[in-house]
């Protein structure tokens, strides 16, 4: 039997590059266009199982239709199970103030990631190419991007089969063997920066530079070795240096300072939780503590000699929670009653004749002060939380319980000696934190 060497070359592929291909439950998402229908045919060439995922973005009025329904023919053809999804992407891409394109890629993939989880497909196959990768090399080292991004399309739980194989490859397959597909009129516009570079900027390229793909193929391999190695170097120094506290992780500036090239090394370390501008990173590591940086999900203070990372908390810091001690408090942190003082900061005994209900458990204001039992005189709130070295998170974390606008413990350090019960006190009220 005759093997055309596009399928020779896809057998090679997948058994050097893909393990345990055919043990896996594989999701392909299927436009209908050139590049997800030869995989679809290079797939079932191989007797690979698998089943098909097809979004309708209702972009091209009958135009999307009928590539529904042709996707669904050719599933149907190779008795492939076949999942489909309408979006409204216009009003989508409206609601979230992004473009259609973003819309389309934000509907697609949040969908396919709901069907992997529903279904238990192990990965998603995408059809992309080499061309693709170097289309995405450009755009990226446009943007000023750094080593991930410049090594284009990668692979993690989306599998891309066909990225070592050219367009020119993937189209002498389909005329070869006679295959069908859908043809998206938008692709021939130029009104994306992708277009255009696809049908001017890249054609020249080739023209001008013999076997041009074939060496950016080596360049990515060249990359990809890169950023495997520089992943080993950040591994080791976060497992070293970045240190687990709760729910903050501590990193030592001492550490990051002795980094070469140190910007370098910054935005590796610090990219994954959204600080990606390394001028910001640098004023960090030199600036006052308490200065801070908050990216989209993630917050990182400079403290003393420490950076804090911390997942970003929609809090604000005048919560304010009223509480009759009459029963147990669960939220936001767990009071109990309790029948014998066990004499530590996590205990506070009381004189109940002292308090006025509802007791208000708050956050720190600027301007708070108390009387610590045990020292002479008020102290500044401010002074009492540097005196204990708190960080800064530290000081935004700390709950205070108070009689109307006078506090009356630090909750799990400190009592005010105004409210604390002595020896003679009846019936004592006394509080346990957790």
Same mark, same amino acid.
Request: aromatic share 10%; charged share 25%; with cysteine.
């Given at each position: 039997m005759y093997f055309c060497p596009v399928i020779d070359h896809f057998k090679l592929h997948i058994a050097n590059k893909f393990q345990n291909f055919k043990e896996q439950k594989l999701l392909l998402a299927f436009s209908g266009g050139l590049d997800s229908r030869v995989l679809l045919d290079l797939l079932c060439q191989l007797e690979i199982d698998f089943s098909v995922a097809h979004c309708n973005f209702n972009l091209r009025a009958d135009a999307s239709e009928a590539d529904a329904?042709?996707?669904?023919?050719?599933?149907?053809?190779?008795?492939?199970?076949?999942?489909? /999804?309408?979006?409204?992407?216009?009003?989508?891409?409206?609601? #979230?103030? &992004?473009?259609? #394109?973003?819309?389309?890629?934000?509907? =697609?993939?949040?969908?396919?990631?709901?069907? /992997?989880?529903?279904?238990?497909?192990?990965? +998603?196959?995408?059809?992309?190419?080499?061309?693709?990768?170097?289309?995405?090399?450009?755009?990226?080292?446009?943007?000023?991007?750094?080593?991930?991004?410049?090594?284009? &399309?990668?692979?993690?739980?989306? +599998? =891309?089969?066909l990225l070592n194989f050219s367009k020119d490859e993937i189209e002498q397959y389909a005329q070869k063997h006679? %295959?069908?597909?859908?043809?998206?009129?938008?692709?021939?516009?130029?009104?994306?920066?992708?277009?255009?570079?696809?049908h001017n900027v890249i054609p020249q390229w /080739?023209?001008?530079?013999?076997? +041009?793909?074939?060496?950016?193929?080596?360049?990515?391999?060249?990359?990809?070795?890169? #950023?495997e190695a520089l992943s080993v170097v950040v591994d080791t120094f976060k497992n070293k240096h970045f240190i687990q506290q709760e729910d903050v992780t501590a990193v030592k500036l001492d550490a990051l300072m002795e980094l070469k090239p140190q910007a370098y090394y910054l935005h590796a370390l610090f990219e994954a939780y959204g600080f990606s501008h390394v001028a910001d990173l640098e004023s960090l590591l030199v600036a006052q503590s308490g200065k801070q940086l908050i990216s @989209?999900?993630? =917050?990182? %203070?400079?403290?003393?000699?420490?950076?804090?990372?911390?997942?970003?908390?929609?809090?604000?810091?005048?919560?304010?929670?009223?509480? %009759?001690? @009459?029963?147990?408090? &669960?939220?936001?942190?767990?009071l109990s009653l309790a029948d014998q003082s066990l004499n530590t900061a996590n205990t506070a005994t009381l004189d109940k004749s002292k308090l006025k209900y509802p007791l208000l458990l708050r956050k720190y204001r600027e301007?708070?002060?108390?009387?610590? %039992?045990?020292?002479?005189?008020?102290?500044?709130?401010?002074?009492?939380?540097?005196?204990q070295k708190y960080s800064t998170l530290d000081k935004e974390n700390q709950w205070l319980l108070c009689s109307e606008e006078q506090i009356v413990w630090v909750v799990g350090k400190r009592v005010d000696t105004r409210f604390a019960a002595i020896p003679e006190t009846l019936n004592p009220l006394i509080i346990r934190s957790h």
């Open positions: 329904l042709f996707c669904a023919q050719i599933a149907e053809q190779h008795q492939l199970p076949f999942f489909i /999804k309408k979006f409204d992407t216009k009003s989508f891409a409206k609601e #979230q103030k &992004i473009s259609t #394109q973003m819309a389309a890629r934000e509907l =697609r993939y949040t969908w396919f990631d709901a069907l /992997k989880e529903q279904e238990g497909f192990t990965h +998603l196959l995408t059809a992309h190419h080499l061309d693709d990768q170097l289309e995405t090399f450009m755009i990226n080292m446009g943007r000023g991007s750094g080593l991930k991004g410049l090594r284009g &399309i990668t692979t993690n739980k989306i +599998l =891309r089969p006679s %295959i069908e597909w859908r043809e998206d009129a938008s692709n021939a516009q130029d009104d994306y920066l992708r277009n255009n570079m696809r /080739k023209t001008a530079q013999e076997n +041009l793909l074939q060496q950016v193929g080596q360049t990515f391999d060249h990359l990809t070795l890169a #950023q @989209s999900s993630h =917050r990182l %203070i400079r403290d003393r000699a420490v950076l804090l990372l911390s997942p970003l908390k929609i809090e604000t810091s005048d919560e304010e929670f009223s509480w %009759i001690p @009459s029963q147990d408090l &669960i939220n936001p942190i767990k301007g708070d002060y108390f009387y610590p %039992i045990g020292m002479q005189g008020k102290k500044k709130l401010s002074k009492f939380f540097k005196d």
